[in-house]
């Protein structure tokens, strides 16, 4: 079965301090990889995520990931964090089922909470 | 675009009481998915509605159903509630493929007493 660990479930940084959250992934197929984000007392937003071709992808806000299909993980940076990225952070893996690309399983994984402290 | 609304934001039930929960997703979405978010046990799946009809499911016990309307709308029930139900429910939707991405409502916190 497939399924999504992210290593660290909370993360205290101090401010401009680069983070790397960490997520690896078992599947044997081919998949999607995403990171969402939730803020206090909010649902959860799309923060980055890989389809195909180039393995590294970034967001408008400064955080990349890279996919590592050897390694089956996709692990979060950001070189220098700001007090407004202290959320919850969510990595997930959508493998289709089937044919035709129509169904398909996503799995989440349990969330990383990311602190930035002044 | 409007977003994914949930009605309603906050319910407080006791215990064997059930509660529907409701979920409008975006136009043109015809997937919705509902999950559970507890402290303990993260962001657990509940089950995915396409085109009316349930197309995956999570491992909740069948007090949880759901169902889906023409309009893609989505409504969740819990029925004979447990203090464990306490939790944030969350609704997504999207249009139903591997590589969409989902867009998730505000959720309904519901408190079990």
């Known amino acids: 079965a497939q399924s999504v660990t992210q290593l660290d479930s909370q993360v205290p940084v101090f401010e401009e301090a680069p983070v790397e959250l960490r997520c690896n992934y078992s599947s044997s197929v081919s998949v999607y990889l995403f990171w969402y984000v939730q803020y206090p007392n909010q649902g959860l937003q799309l923060l980055l995520k890989y389809l195909s071709g180039s393995t590294l992808v970034e967001s408008i806000n400064g955080f990349e990931a890279e996919f590592n299909k050897s390694q089956t993980s996709f692990h979060l940076r950001k070189p220098s964090v700001h007090i407004s990225d202290t959320a919850e952070y969510f990595c997930?893996?959508?493998?289709?089922?089937?044919?035709?690309?129509?169904?398909?399983?996503?799995?989440f994984g349990k969330g990383t909470l990311l602190t930035v402290n002044p | 675009k409007a977003g994914v609304t949930q009605t309603p934001r906050y319910l407080i039930k006791t215990r064997g009481q059930q509660v529907t929960l409701s979920c409008s997703p975006i136009s043109g979405h015809r997937s919705v998915s509902w999950y559970q978010q507890t402290p303990g046990q993260g962001l657990q799946f509940l089950f995915e509605?396409?085109?009316?009809?349930?197309?995956n499911k999570g491992n909740f016990p069948g007090r949880f159903s759901g169902r889906q309307f023409s309009n893609s709308r989505s409504e969740m029930n819990v029925s004979t509630l447990e203090l464990g139900d306490s939790a944030l429910y969350l609704c997504a939707s999207n249009r139903g493929q591997s590589t969409d991405t989902q867009y998730f409502g505000p959720g309904t916190r519901l408190t079990v007493l």
């Open positions: 997930a893996v959508s493998e289709a089922v089937g044919s035709g690309g129509s169904n398909y399983k996503l799995t």
């Open positions: 509605y396409f085109s009316e009809t349930q197309r």
